[in-house]
């Protein structure tokens, strides 16, 4: 059965870095998503990309996050300068071919910024 | 504002024992209702999508339902493989993202 991977599970990072976590959605979908969990939270949608363009962003992506499809598998989420208050889960989704279609999740990166 | 409310926050069960739960929603013009089930460290896991009122979904022991302003999530004789966080969460006509409710915690005792 199709799923979407994530990689790595788990990111250390000082404050300060860039990160880049990166993902596979299912092959034939159209539309990719990044949510984060924060422990104990609800999750947050931070963005959605379709035709190699953001569709929609939340007021957490700011300039310090950006999204990327380098190739036709990878959907990448860089965060330039890494804050205490990223350090959470990470979580890619995908769906398709409407954006209308369930969203399927992968297994999550957790983030830990020191 | 959209939004979702989710109750009872956890919920214990005996094995065998029957209950639901409830998610409220607020949103302007709803395009899907969405349940997962999420276990602990993982990712939300699909479970279904709800369009219109009145609609009912199942699939083994899960059955939800829908309704204008809340939607059920009936869980019948479960089991412990049963026990995880369901999460409820939203799709609006104007946007592509979920929003989400903060979840039950289901545990279920043998």
């Known amino acids: 059965e199709p799923e979407v991977t994530q990689t790595p599970s788990h990111q250390v990072t000082q404050m300060g870095q860039e990160v880049i976590l990166r993902c596979v959605p299912i092959?034939?979908?159209?539309?990719f998503y990044w949510y984060r969990q924060i422990l104990g939270q609800k999750v947050e949608f931070l963005v959605s990309?379709?035709?190699?363009?953001?569709?929609?962003k939340s007021e957490i992506f700011d300039d310090q996050f950006s999204v990327e499809r380098p190739d036709g598998s990878n959907f990448t989420l860089k965060i330039r300068s890494t804050k205490l208050e990223d350090s959470a889960m990470y979580f890619c989704a995908s769906s398709g071919p409407s954006s209308y279609n369930e969203q399927f999740f992968g297994p999550g990166t957790r983030l830990t910024v020191l | 504002e959209d939004q979702v409310t989710q109750s009872p926050e956890a919920l214990r069960l005996q094995e065998g024992e029957s209950s639901s739960l409830n998610c409220s929603y607020t949103?302007?013009?709803?395009?899907?209702l969405f349940w997962y089930r999420q276990d602990p460290g993982k990712g939300p896991e699909f479970l279904f999508t709800l369009y219109s009122a009145g609609e009912e979904k199942e699939k083994e022991r899960l059955k939800a339902t829908l309704t204008k302003k809340e939607s059920f999530l009936h869980i019948t004789a479960p089991k412990p493989e049963d026990s995880a966080t369901y999460l409820c969460?939203?799709?609006?006509?104007?946007?592509?993202?979920?929003?989400w409710g903060a979840g039950t915690k289901l545990i279920i005792k043998p």
């Open positions: 990309f379709y035709n190699n363009e953001i569709s929609e």
């Open positions: 949103v302007s013009g709803l395009r899907g």
């Open positions: 092959s034939n979908h159209l539309y």
């Open positions: 969460a939203v799709q609006a006509h104007s946007n592509y993202q979920l929003i």
